[in-house]
C-alpha cells in the first residue's frame, strides 16, 4: 500500500461564522490524518511518543488551497510518503470532496528524541515500515484527487 485514505466529515466547530473551512482547522484535521497514518503503519503515537520517547514534528509544510468546503462537506483525505531521508519523512497530502480536490499540503516530519529534542536517525524497524509504504514516483509533490 503506498496511499493512505482517511474521511472526515466537516463539522461546525471547524468553520468560521459564514460556514467555510476555517484554514487553521484544516491543520488541525491534517496532524489527525497523521496521527491515523503512524497507528496504520504499526508506530501508534501513545508507543512512539510515550514509550519510545520520539517525536515527528512538522519542520515544514506548504499548503494550497483550491475551493472552499462547507460545514456538513464529507472530505477525503490521502497521504503518500514521497521520501524518506535519515531524519526526515516527506509527506504529499491531497483533501478531496464531493467535487474534486479542495487543498493540498507538502509537510515534512523529522525523528526527533524527546528527552532531548535532537534530530534523530528513524530507527530500523520505523524506517522498514516508512520504506514498505515510499510511493517513489510522486517524490514530494501531491497526489492527484
Not at 6 to 15: K, V, Y
Not at 46 to 63: D, F, M, Q, W, Y
Not at 84 to 93: D, E, N
Request: overall charge negative; charged content about 20%.
Amino acid at each position: 500500500m503506498s496511499e493512505f485514505s482517511f474521511e472526515r466529515r466537516l463539522r461546525f466547530a471547524d468553520c468560521d461564522p459564514s460556514g467555510i473551512a476555517y484554514f487553521p482547522s484544516y491543520l488541525n484535521m491534517l496532524n489527525g490524518v497523521v496521527e491515523d497514518f503512524w497507528g496504520d503503519i504499526g508506530f501508534p503515537w501513545p508507543e512512539l511518543i510515550g514509550s519510545r520517547k520520539i517525536g515527528a514534528p512538522t519542520v515544514h509544510l506548504t499548503c494550497d488551497f483550491s475551493r472552499p468546503s462547507m460545514f456538513g462537506d464529507l472530505l477525503t483525505f490521502k497521504l503518500r510518503i514521497g521520501k524518506v531521508g535519515r531524519a526526515s519523512l516527506h509527506l504529499a497530502h491531497v483533501v478531496s470532496g464531493a467535487d474534486g480536490t479542495r487543498w493540498r499540503a507538502g509537510q515534512i516530519l523529522a525523528a526527533t528524541s524527546l528527552e532531548n529534542h535532537h534530530a534523530i536517525p528513524w530507527p530500523d524497524d520505523i524506517r522498514g515500515a516508512l520504506e514498505r509504504h515510499l510511493h517513489a514516483d510522486e517524490g514530494t509533490q501531491a497526489v492527484s484527487s
